[in-house]
Structure formats: C-alpha cells, structure tokens
C-alpha cells in the first residue's frame, strides 16, 4: 500500500515530513510529490517540482522566472494531474493526501479530481470551511479544515495532521465490504420535485436487472454524471430531471455548464430524456435572489432554497437547447413529455402550475426535435406512477437493443 502526499515542500517540508512519519510508522509507504515552485526543498521527494513541471509541458526555472503565481499554480496543478494519473495506473498511488492553504489546496486537488471514483483522497486546507466547490468539483474529495494555518508544527496542527495521516492509512490499507454486481449501470437525474418519479422508474429498473445510481440534480451532480457516462461507467441515461438548464440558461445557483445533456449522445449509450422541473430556477435565501428578478414568482421551498417559475419565453428557448442535444445524439433516444406537470409542484392547484409556459416548452420540443428521436406524450404528471413505468420500460428496451421504430 502506498500513499501519495502532494505538497510544496519549499514551505510546507515539516508538515508534509510528519504525516509521512505517521503513515510510514503504520507500515504504508509514502511517496512525496513536490509542487513548490520557490526555493529548494529541505528534503528530498520522490517526485521533484521539476519533474511536475515538465509533466505541464514547462520548466521549473520557467516558472520561476516569470514569477507569475497563478501560471504557477496553474501549471503544478496540471503537472500533478498527469504524475497522479501515472502513478495510480503503475500501482504506486492507493490513495492521495494533500496538505497545504489555497496554492497548494489548488494544485493538489486538481491531481485528485483526475483520479477514479473510490481512490481515498484527502484534503487538509485553510479553505476547507468556504465553499468548497471549486477543489472536489464532482469528484469523492474530502476536506479537512485545517483549522490553524499549515505553518509549524504545535499541538492543533499535530493532531489535525496526524487524524488526517491515520485517516488515509485506515482507507489505503482496508478493501471495503462491498457488493459489486456486474450488472448494466443506469444514470438517473433527481430533485425533490421529481422523487417519486425517480423512485418508481429506479424500482423498475432494478426489478428488471439494472443497477442504478441516482445523481441529485444540483449543478455538480449533472457533471459528475457526464462525468461517469464519459468514462465509461455508465450504460445507460434515464434523464428524468433536466432542471440544471433552466440554471444555466436564467442564470440561477445550481447550473451544470453548457456541456449538460452531451455525454450520453457522444457516447452513444441509450438515453431517456424527460423535463423534470424545467418550471423552475434555483437560488439561496430569498434575499440571495438577484433583484433583476424582482416581481418574478417564488415559491420558498426552505429557508435555504429559494425556486423562481420559468416564463414562456425561458421555456420556448430551454425546449429549443434540449431539443438540439438530443437531435446530436449517436445512441438511441427517446424524449418523454408529462403533458400535465414537469414536478410536484406544477400540478393543478399547486404554486407553479403554468399551463402557458409548459405548452411554450413542449411546442419549441416538438417543433425543435428531429423525426429519428422517439417522441412520448403522455397526459399526466411528471411524478404519476404510469409515466415513470413508460421511462423504464422505454430505456429497457434501449438497453436490451430492442429499440422500437422511432417516430417523431
């Protein structure tokens, strides 16, 4: 077993040498990757900064020459990446612990984001009790509070540093008791307003010999499952809840990039696509929300969660965007319209019920999509039992490659 420490040993040589007398004294190997790009490091790593360097497609003395940080951190954390990404495929690499304040918390969780799901990795950093985002991204990362500035050895550091060391060697050192079926993987998009969709659909699914993996629809679940379908790990795309776009197009907190709704039809693997909570752009608190969107309506699903209706127009130009990825697709495709609600709360009677607005999506859908993609109305909401059985079923038979003629 072995583990990696990725840290600027130029600043951060006595902390980084700690942790690796507590990982060592456990009987697991550690091998040092250096990032620092300012002086010489008072002890020897297994990877020197030079090398990570020129991983970057740069040199050491480059980088120091310019004395720009940001390229620097820029191009240790690309350099890092690639030595990461070697030494995991050359067995060296069972888990990766990085150390260090925002330089180095850049660096060394750009090398983890471009490790495989289920590889430990763990971040002690001053940042890790802001928004965290930007260093896991979609990946399994774990950060630590530092609690103290990683500058000296005292009694909090020792004990943050060495919980962390022990942490990592209990991961590297023990196979979890988990089940692993081969059987076909199934992507599925949820939010709240979607849930007993998602539920009945993943039941199906499962009954018919699938596993499935539920993603929550929050900006970074989207990517971390194109992630997932770009790397192979999933064969098939149940797309209940679409509402990331309405994010990305409005511009609300939970947006996934423009990329969403590409993987799956690059890959080719068979998809079903719905329009779970397209009715709906997501922020903060209320008073988070931005005030050109004043006179707009709301609906407060928590303190914390803030949902805004779509209009018509946001509605017509979402139709258009969805339909466009999905006509790109190379794989099998189906698109699934609930002509009576796109989420719980879209139903007659309930806050955001907007008969105007869905038929502006549904009509761009329709108008937008070309005739080799299948096309399923159906009159009833997004979460009734009946069109989250036609999901299934319609992605089981993708899957199984007895793929109907498509009509659209």
Same mark, same amino acid.
């Given at each position: ?50 090398? $990570? #360097?020129?991983?970057? /497609? ?5 980088? *120091?020459?310019? %004395?720009?940080?940001?390229? !620097? @951190? ?72 530092? $609690? #103290?500035?990683?500058? /000296? ?5 020792? *004990?943050?540093? %060495?919980?962390?060391?022990? !942490? @990592? ?240």
């Amino acid at each position: 077993m072995s583990v990696v420490i990725i840290g600027t040993l130029d600043t951060k040589d006595e902390e980084i040498g700690f942790a690796r007398e507590i990982i060592e004294a456990q009987g697991v190997d550690v091998h040092v990757v250096d990032t620092g790009v300012v002086g010489e490091p008072p002890s020897e790593p297994e990877t020197a900064a030079s090398t $990570v #360097a020129e991983a970057a /497609g740069t040199t050491l003395e480059q980088l *120091q020459n310019e %004395a720009d940080r940001g390229e !620097a @951190m820029e191009a240790m954390g690309e350099g890092a990446a690639e030595i990461a990404h070697q030494l995991h495929d050359e067995g060296i690499l069972d888990g990766v612990l990085g150390l260090g304040g925002s330089g180095n918390t850049s660096i060394a969780t750009t090398a983890m984001r471009a490790l495989p799901v289920g590889v430990p990795k763990l971040m002690v950093s001053t940042m890790a009790s802001g928004d965290t985002e930007p260093y896991v991204g979609s990946r399994d990362i774990m950060m630590m509070y530092s $609690v #103290a500035d990683i500058e /000296g050895l005292n009694q909090l550091s020792r *004990q943050v540093i %060495a919980n962390a060391a022990l !942490a @990592m060697v209990g991961m590297v050192s023990n196979e979890p008791d988990v089940d692993v079926e081969d059987r076909p993987t199934i992507g599925i998009t949820m939010f709240g307003v979607t849930t007993p969709c998602v539920q009945t659909a993943r039941e199906r699914l499962e009954a018919n010999g699938y596993e499935t993996i539920v993603f929550h629809a929050t900006g970074t679940g989207g990517r971390a499952m194109e992630t997932l379908i770009e790397e192979g790990v999933i064969d098939g795309v149940l797309d209940v809840t679409t509402t990331e776009w309405a994010d990305e197009l409005v511009g609300g907190v939970l947006s996934a990039g423009p990329d969403r709704l590409e993987a799956a039809g690059d890959k080719g693997i068979p998809q079903v696509v719905s329009t779970g909570a397209l009715d709906m752009v997501n922020f903060g608190p209320r008073d988070s929300v931005p005030e050109e969107f004043e006179g707009r309506q709301f609906h407060i699903h928590n303190p914390q969660v803030t949902l805004m209706r779509t209009t018509p127009e946001e509605n017509a130009e979402l139709g258009t965007i969805i339909a466009e990825k999905l006509n790109a697709a190379a794989g099998p495709t189906a698109l699934a319209l609930p002509l009576e609600g796109v989420s719980a709360i879209d139903t007659a009677g309930e806050d955001f019920h907007d008969p105007e607005a869905d038929t502006a999506l549904f009509d761009a859908l329709r108008s937008t999509l070309d005739d080799d993609i299948e096309l399923i109305e159906m009159e009833t909401d997004i979460n009734d039992q009946a069109f989250a059985e036609a999901l299934a079923d319609t992605l089981s038979e993708y899957m199984r490659g007895d793929t109907r003629e498509q009509a659209g």
